[in-house]
């Protein structure tokens, strides 16, 4: 069974940093390009970051550019999310995906990606 399991999600004050992790089982996702989406209280499931197969490329939603890095360990089958200088608007439970199109692909939206985490709750207070 394919599963993607998110951890490292948590309680924060604005201006601090979190780590999030992505553990893959089932099957080997080094083909795959991974990423994160998010969805807040009340809000569409939007884009955060993805990144590619080798991890030479990635892509990053405005609001996190420069402050979020994505990255992969290949021969661990997980993905990171290092979010710095976190602020209230972050505030959302984070997926894990992975999706065997292309990772600029991800940007578009949620729609079609193969795989999905249960998502961790990021809670970031002012």
């Known amino acids: 069974q394919v599963q993607l399991v998110e951890s490292g999600g948590g309680l924060v004050q604005a201006g601090d940093s979190l780590r999030l992790s992505c553990a893959a089982s089932?099957?080997?996702?080094?083909?795959?390009?991974k990423g994160w989406f998010r969805q807040a209280p009340g809000k569409e499931r939007e884009f955060v970051a993805a990144?590619?197969?080798?991890?030479?490329?990635?892509y990053y939603a405005d609001p996190v550019k420069g402050r979020f890095t994505i990255s992969r360990d290949n021969a661990e089958n997980t993905v990171y999310l290092q979010m710095d200088s976190l602020k209230p608007e972050d505030t959302a439970v984070y997926y894990c995906?992975?999706?065997?199109?292309?990772?600029?692909?991800?940007?578009?939206?949620?729609?079609?990606?193969?795989?999905w985490g249960k998502g961790t709750l990021v809670t970031v207070s002012s």
């Open positions: 995906v992975a999706d065997r199109s292309s990772s600029s692909s991800m940007t578009q939206g949620p729609t079609g990606i193969d795989y």
């Open positions: 990144i590619s197969t080798s991890g030479a490329i990635t």
């Open positions: 089932g099957r080997t996702f080094s083909n795959y390009a």
